[in-house]
């Protein structure tokens, strides 16, 4: 359903601390915005009452760990118990059946207001580490996925060589559910992924190296000229628990972050993910590199994964770029992951106020779109993407609420509910709620999940 045509917003956010009010949005036939004007209500243009925001960007996610939810947050056990359930899970996927999953995660994730979605992928062959006829055929399974569920996607390609570091610094073999991840070789994965096109203008490809236990030092270099070569955004787990930073102490005699920096893999394009035990010594790294970080604020406190030193990353005088992601997707809320992130610091820290309401939702549409490579999205300026979010102020959550401060309002109590209508690339995904091309996604995911489980 195209959205062509002129939309008048009640209030938008047009990227500063408060909304606007009356704008005027223009749309035109090549899915961009042609015009951002304020003034009042012309005849002919559809009213969007609330607050409507740029996309939002999902930057970190894995798709198929949706299985999971409700399924392993209670009881004990740490961030390695609950991976053997995760490999148990992904050891059961087959192209067809990831594509269905996928496809309704991604649309859950369109109901939220999620208009980009940056696939964090490992997940490449077959069962024992069979490759499929088509060695991408996992990978053009979520890039149709997100096709159908009509968001766009990065699907960030992992490395993932070695099953861990051992006590003694050594790098040890994948086994069971790993050997679907590997590709055997740093060379041997890129090129799988320079053989890999994507179908569809909605989907780019992107690099990633699982994490510095994952992918040994001397593969890291090769992983870093690939993603500079094509110019492709470099997504790394860095630093989620300290277990990981106490064996590549052990291993490199140094953090995870500077095993990164010498080789060669921080740079402007580079995203570190978590991000959660860093040093003074990493964080002045990552802030010299230019480098972002994505925090995932619901995984890193359900798996107990501690609080990020987020305030330090956003100090002057240079500030670290801040995106959001959902991960194991324990909640599919954007808004959530928002405020979390500054409350999260205010427990840390025991002040209020480190990141306001305009920042946070720069970390969720702008700079989680330009993480992901899409430089042309997340805000609501001629030229860029139309992409809306159009977000009821009317119902329980923010009744009351003064509309002036709507940002306020939205970031701190407004939930994926309060979604009212979702645009991609000019083309309405959500209406009144539900999801144009796929009215019923609850049944989906109950069928896909039953299906794997």
């Keep these: ?19 606007e009010p009356g704008v005027l949005l223009t749309v035109d ?20 009452p609330g607050l409507t925001l740029p996309g939002l960007a999902n930057a970190h996610s894995h798709a198929f760990h949706r299985a999971l939810r409700g399924r392993t947050h209670a009881g004990g056990g740490s961030f390695w118990t609950w991976r053997e359930v995760m490999y148990r899970a992904a050891d059961r996927l087959d192209p067809d059946s990831y594509h269905r999953l996928a496809r309704a995660a991604y649309a859950e994730m369109a109901l939220a207001g999620v208009t980009c979605v940056g696939e964090f992928h490992y997940l490449h062959h077959g069962p024992e580490g069979q490759r499929y006829a088509d060695p991408n055929a996992m990978g053009q399974a979520l890039v149709a996925a997100a096709a159908d569920a009509g968001v766009r996607i990065t699907l960030l390609d992992v490395c993932y ?30 090129a799988r992924v ?18 510095v236990r994952a992918v040994p030092v001397g593969d890291l270099p090769s992983v870093a000229r690939f993603a500079d070569a094509g110019e492709l955004p470099l997504h790394v787990h860095v630093s989620e628990q300290p277990a990981e930073n106490a064996a590549c102490l052990a291993a490199h005699g140094t953090t995870p972050v500077r095993v990164l920096a010498e080789a060669g893999a921080l740079t402007e394009r580079t995203t570190l ?8 010594a990493d964080v002045d790294t990552v802030r010299a590199h230019g480098s ?9 406190r359900d798996l107990a994964d501690g ?6 990353l956003v100090a002057a005088p240079r500030r670290v770029p801040i995106s959001l992601g959902t991960d194991q997707h324990a909640q599919l809320d954007l808004f959530e992951e928002a405020r979390a992130v500054e409350l999260h610091e205010r427990l840390r820290t025991h002040r209020r106020g480190t990141l306001g309401s305009g920042e946070l939702l720069r970390a969720a549409t702008a700079d989680g779109h330009a993480g992901l490579g899409w430089h042309d999205a997340g805000t609501l300026t ?15 959550r923010l009744a009351g609420a003064d509309p002036a401060r709507a940002t306020d309002a939205v970031v701190f109590a407004a939930t994926a509910a309060d979604v009212r209508h979702v645009m991609v690339d000019g083309r309405w995904t959500v209406r009144e709620g539900v999801h144009v091309r796929l009215p019923n996604i609850a049944r989906e995911l109950d069928a896909a999940i039953k299906e794997l489980l």
Excluded at 161 to 178: A, F, N, V, W, Y
Excluded at 194 to 211: I, K, L, M, N, Q
Excluded at 307 to 312: A, I, Q, S
Excluded at 382 to 394: E, F, H, I, K, W
């Design 292 to 300: 972002a970080v994505c925090l995932c604020p619901t995984t890193e």
């Design 161 to 190: 060589l070695s099953g861990g570091l051992g006590e003694d610094g050594s790098q040890l073999p994948l086994t069971g559910p790993q050997l679907r991840f590997g590709d055997g070789t740093a060379d041997a994965w890129a």
């Design 273 to 280: 993910v978590h991000a959660t035990h860093l040093t003074d």
């Design 194 to 211: 320079s053989e890999f096109a994507p179908r569809g203008r909605h989907a780019r490809v992107g690099a990633a190296a699982h994490s």
């Design 29 to 48: 036939a090549a899915g961009r915005l042609a015009s951002v004007v304020s003034g009042s209500a012309p005849d002919g243009a559809e009213r969007l």
């Design 1 to 19: 359903m195209t959205g062509e045509g002129r939309y008048w917003c009640e209030w938008a956010w047009l990227g500063g601390a408060a909304p």
């Design 307 to 312: 609080l990020p030193r987020t305030g330090d």
């Design 382 to 396: 001629p030229g860029a993407r139309a992409d809306l979010v159009n977000v009821s102020l009317d119902g329980v």
